[in-house]
Structure formats: C-alpha cells, structure tokens
C-alpha cells in the first residue's frame, strides 16, 4: 500500500472509531424509582422493569435530552440518600417538592399534582372529612413520605405506624391491623379501582390538605443536568407528551 493510502486508510479507521465512541458514549444516568407505586412508578413483573408514569416521563426527557437512562428500583425512603452519595443521578418517582427536600436536592419544575388520600375498612362507613375524626385510631403511613411529620405533629392517634411500602400499609390495612392508612390518593384510588384490596375504600368524603406537586430531582448543585431535565420538560409540555402520559395513566385532570 502507497504511503498516501496507507494514511487514508488511517485517517478513516480513526475518524470511524471516534464516530463509533461517541455514539456509543451517549451518557447513561441512573435513575431512583420505587417499585410500588403504582401508577407513578412499579415493577412490572412480566418484564421485570420499572414501568408507569414517572418511568416514561423520564424516557421521554431522556430521549429530548440526548441522554440513556437507567432505572434502579429501590425503597421511597433510600431515594435521597441514594441520589445525594452518588449512587444515582436523577429520582423520578411520586415524590412532592418540599422546602426540606430542597434543601438537599434540586427539583424541576413540577410535573403532576395532587394531596393525601385515606383508606379504611369497608365496615367502616363514617364520613370522614379530616384528620381530628381519626382521634384515637391506628393509622399507617409510608416511611419517608411528606405525611409522616404532619401525623407525628397532630399527636391525636393511638398508633402511627410506618411502612417501607405502600403495599405493606395497604395490606394491613386490608388485614384490619390498622385502622386506616394514609398515602398518595393516586396510589390509593389506582389499587382500590382494580380491587387489589377488597376489604379496604377510599374515604371519598375526605379533603386532602397536604396538596403538593411533584417532579425529577438531581443532586443539589448539578445545574447542568437539571437544565438538561427543565428545558425537556418544557418542550414536552408544550407539544402535548406530558399530557398524552398523563392520560395514558389516568391522572389527566
């Protein structure tokens, strides 16, 4: 081979092995989603992935970013800490933006929003419409969620007891271990329409108070990535995706 073509040759396989590294150098950031939390975020057991609202909404911010992303499951309570070691780099999950949770993560703009919903038994037919009528009850809440401080603080119950899931709660709920549970009223209305737990209802008569919004969070301080994450979120917004997975889920308003 003449030395100009052997230096062809070269040039091409360099600049086709740079092509080839940066396609394959698309950035992967692992993303913290919880298992139960169904519709924002679960496990898909014919897939063994994490599926639901939030999982796409990330995807979709992903993929109008220019970033991969990797969903780790984990427990509500092991997601901060999670994010704040390093271990992931973005939650997406049914999580509310609070001044205390932003004081040690940054959140986007707000996704969806919504408040508390209350579960207890079918025997149970009083009209609840707030907190100061379960006086002396037992209720359950998720641990690491907004409403285990504000329960804490009333001080009015027998017993408030925390759960890693709110598939745990639910289920003693449902079992008549507690008298009533209190998480996410989407969670909750999504497994009472399909039954999951036909001993339990939702408390209908009841009016959240802890109404908040949710959205992606990233370490404190990762501009970058969170300019990233805002800027999709509005182009999502904008042309009608955000809305078409909303729909998808049943939490279109």
């Known amino acids: ?23 394959s150098a ?20 014919k897939t063994n992935t994490i599926d639901g609202l939030m999982a796409d909404i990330v995807k979709a911010v992903g993929k109008t970013s220019g970033f991969a992303v990797q969903i780790e499951p984990m427990q509500f309570s092991a997601l901060i800490g999670s994010l704040t070691s390093g271990r992931i780099d973005l939650i ?4 509310f933006i609070t001044p ?8 986007s703009q707000p996704i969806y929003s919504y408040g508390e919903g209350i579960v207890v ?8 419409r707030s907190f100061s009528e379960f006086k002396g009850k037992r209720m ?15 001080g009015i119950f027998s017993e408030v007891k925390l759960y890693d899931t709110t598939a745990d709660l639910m289920r003693d709920a449902n079992a008549g271990r507690i008298d009533a ?35 992606i969070a990233t370490r404190k301080g990762d501009t970058e990535t969170m300019a990233k994450v805002n800027a999709a979120l509005t182009k999502l917004k904008a042309d009608g995706s955000i809305d078409a997975i909303l729909k998808k889920w049943g939490l279109n308003h």
């Not at 698309?26 to 975020?41: H, R």
């Not at 997406?92 to 999580?95: D, H, P, Q, R, T």
């Not at 038994?121 to 609840?128: C, E, I, L, M, Q």
């Not at 359950?140 to 009333?154: I, S």
């Open 1 to 23: 081979m003449k030395p100009a073509s052997r230096l062809a040759a070269l040039l091409l396989a360099a600049l086709t092995m740079a092509c080839g590294g940066q396609a």
């Open 26 to 45: 698309q950035a992967v950031l692992k993303v913290g989603s919880t298992p139960t939390g169904n519709p924002f975020t679960f496990l898909d057991t």
């Open 92 to 95: 997406s999950a049914a999580m």
């Open 100 to 107: 205390v949770r932003q004081q040690v993560v940054d959140f």
């Open 121 to 128: 038994p079918v025997k149970d037919g009083t009209a609840y």
């Open 140 to 154: 359950g809440v998720q641990v690491g969620t907004a409403f285990v401080e504000p329960l804490h603080k009333l």
């Open 181 to 215: 549970g209190v998480l996410d009223y989407p969670i909750a209305a999504y497994a009472i329409s399909r039954n999951l737990f036909p001993n339990l209802r939702m408390v209908t008569t009841y009016q959240p108070t802890m109404v908040n919004d949710i959205g």
